[in-house]
Nanobody, 120 residues
Framework: VQLQASGGGSVQAGGSLRLSCVASGSIFTIGAMNWYRQAPGKQRELVAAITTYDSTNYADSVKGRFTISRDNAKNTVSLQMNSLRPEDTAVYYC???????????????WGQGTQVTVSS
């Protein structure tokens, strides 16, 4: 099982970016899917989360600007980021709770990270 993130880049303040992450491999079920970010010198923080039933949760700093969504048929999770600010600059990581085939447990999987840079 692996997660592959894409969509990062550089944008000016006020701009938009869309991140995507696809899970592939021997997957039985996927539970919650999340986006985290880590800025230089800071701890990794949860940005947005979405459950199997599309219930969402956001960090206060991104509420009203970011939208998380998922496509269960394609095993993907996306993060639409609007009104970007310089403080959104970070490496963004997708994360998912996945039960692989031929296992009886769920574990966390992480994507490789994608850089988002917002200039003022």
């Amino acid at each position: 099982v692996q997660l592959q993130a894409s969509g990062g880049g550089s944008v000016q303040a006020g701009g938009s970016l869309r991140l995507s992450c696809v899970a592939s491999g021997s997957i039985f079920t996927i539970g919650a899917m999340n986006w985290y970010r880590q800025a230089p010198g800071k701890q990794r923080e949860l940005v947005a989360a979405i459950t199997t039933y599309d219930s969402t949760n956001y960090a206060d700093s991104v509420k009203g600007r970011f939208t998380i969504s998922r496509d269960n048929a394609k095993n993907t999770v996306s993060l639409q980021m609007n009104s970007l600010r310089p403080e959104d600059t970070a490496v963004y990581y997708c994360n998912a709770h996945i039960r692989a085939l031929r296992t009886d447990y769920t574990r966390d999987y992480w994507g490789q990270g994608t850089q988002v840079t917002v200039s003022s």
